[in-house]
């Protein structure tokens, strides 16, 4: 086994995967598939920030077409948190994480749901069908939907019920939710419905695994179980051997790695960027140090699960930014180094381009 892979060596080989060390030429769709998605539960600005810095000539309407042409949806899927995925993706993804949505649904609801019996196979499987009845006549919020089921479960919290339907069905959000510019209601029907087309029968999970190892690598199994949300990677990993290579990190855990991916090395230049609520940069390891450092985890991550725009600086964390209509505020964790100030002020300026703040200012506050 060759030499263990250094923290800022690992980082180093996510942002090239990731698109961060330079802009790509890749469209919108390209990029969403590359990524696997991107995490969207705050509409709509995160995907498209996210796609701003890593894509050149990034532009709201490029992906904000995909959303009404239906080329692109949002949907519960990895950690059981909805993303933003092509129509394509959808259609696999959805039943390859069934298993995340039943844990999840078992685990947070179970109390509240006792006319089902969820510890048996498709113990859900009641309410998925009156769901599915009402959403594909009309979409329909959580709010609405679950009222509805209630008469057929009496002894059910309504509420609890739109979650079953959730985890049970696979519900998109339909526009205008999640398009620029405008707003909506998280309104829901089948992916089934909305796409014209059945999910995938035979998803192949080894293939998904090989996908996050080419945007998020390289990666232990634990990594790919807390992006996924999935179990059991272990033999997935075992069945892939003769295509992965291992590698190992400073502590001595084993990394799984495509052969002729990415791995640029320590050495290399990171430029200055700006990353949106929720990246997925940050969500997609156990291990976030790579990208993350330990001491700043808590300001970034907060107690109510927000997760703040951040600012990359050499690779790595650097301190937070918010957009307050035409002021773009940077809070450092620690004075920026004089030759990162440029960089800051230059992605900050594309921000508020971006977001049409014609006269916006980019403020650096002091050190936190």
């Known amino acids: 086994m ?3 892979l250094s923290s800022r060596a690992l980082g180093r080989a996510l942002l090239a995967r990731q698109h961060l060390l330079a802009r790509s030429p ?8 590359h990524l696997v998605g991107l995490q969207a539960q705050a509409a709509p600005e995160p995907p498209y920030l996210g796609l701003l810095s890593r894509i050149e000539g990034f532009h709201p309407a490029q992906l904000s077409t995909l959303l009404e042409s239906r080329q692109a949806v949002r949907i519960a899927l990895q950690r059981g948190t909805i993303h933003l995925v092509t129509a394509r993706d959808c259609l696999t993804l959805r039943p390859l994480l069934q298993p995340v949505h039943d844990r999840w649904l078992r685990g947070s609801y179970a109390k509240r749901l006792p006319d089902l ?3 048996a196979p498709d113990g859900a499987a009641p309410v998925a069908a009156l769901a599915r009845e009402l959403v594909e006549a009309e979409p329909l919020t959580f709010q609405k939907l679950g009222p509805l089921l209630a008469p057929a479960f009496p002894r059910s919290e309504p509420a609890a019920l739109a979650q079953a339907a959730r985890c049970a069905l696979p519900l998109v959000q339909v526009p205008p939710r999640g398009v620029w510019g405008r707003s909506g209601p998280a309104a829901h029907t089948t992916a089934e419905h909305w796409l014209g087309g059945p999910l995938d029968t035979e998803p192949v999970l080894d293939a998904l695994v090989l996908r996050y190892l080419a945007a998020f690598g390289p990666a232990t199994a634990t990594d790919v179980q807390k992006w996924s949300g999935l179990t059991r990677i272990g033999p997935v990993l075992a069945r892939l051997a003769d295509r992965l290579v291992r590698l190992r990190d400073e502590s001595g855990r084993t990394l799984y790695d495509l052969p002729d991916a990415p791995r640029p090395g320590a ?3 990171a430029p200055v960027r700006l990353l949106a609520p929720f990246d997925n940069l940050l969500l997609s390891h156990a291990d976030r140090s790579r990208v993350l ?5 808590a300001r970034v991550m907060t107690v109510n699960g927000i997760v703040l725009g951040t ?4 690779g790595a964390v650097a301190g937070t930014w918010r957009l307050d209509e035409d002021l773009l505020t940077v809070r450092p964790f620690a004075p920026l180094p004089e030759a990162a100030m440029p960089g800051v002020e230059e992605e900050g300026a594309r921000v508020l381009a971006f977001v049409g703040a014609v006269d916006g200012r980019v403020v650096v506050a002091a050190a936190d």
């Open 26 to 33: 890749l469209d919108a769709a390209a990029m969403l598939e």
């Open 267 to 269: 050495g290399v230049p």
């Open 117 to 119: 019996d969820l510890d």
């Open 2 to 4: 060759s030499a263990p």
């Open 293 to 297: 450092p330990e001491e700043y985890r």
């Open 311 to 314: 600012v990359l600086v050499d």
